[in-house]
């Protein structure tokens, strides 16, 4: 059973803008810590941004703050990345990921969508 779909990722130049999507299942999405979550190639897992199930709470990392927003869709069971004014150093494989409570650790990983910049 798959539980998180990501979808959105594909090419754009240097401060463009893309809006990836988390598809999650209905037990996951009402009751998980949602995170964006990025590798680079030869790089490690960078966190960027986080949303809670009961609140909506978010958190973001350092490197998106002000350019990355999280949202929910409650009517989609959906969480978004907005990413704006995308930089070279925006390339990476971006996941999203579901922990019981923000910070606790993952328990979910979808398989991932390719975003790429270009300058």
């Known amino acids: 059973q798959v539980e998180l779909v990501e979808s959105g990722g594909g090419s754009v130049q240097a401060g463009g803008s893309l809006r990836l999507t988390c598809t999650v299942s209905?037990?996951?999405?009402?009751?998980?810590?949602i995170n964006w979550v990025r590798q680079a190639p030869g790089g490690e897992r960078e966190g960027l941004a986080a949303?809670?199930?009961?609140?909506?709470?978010?958190m973001y990392a350092d490197s998106v703050k002000g350019r990355f927003t999280i949202s929910r869709d409650d009517a989609k069971s959906a969480v978004h990345l907005q990413m704006n004014s995308l930089k070279p150093e925006d390339t990476a494989m971006y996941y999203c990921a579901a922990e019981a409570t923000c910070g606790a650790g993952m328990d979910y990983w979808g398989q991932g969508t390719q975003v790429t910049v270009s300058s």
């Open positions: 209905v037990h996951i999405f009402n009751n998980y810590c």
């Open positions: 949303i809670e199930s009961n609140n909506g709470e978010t």
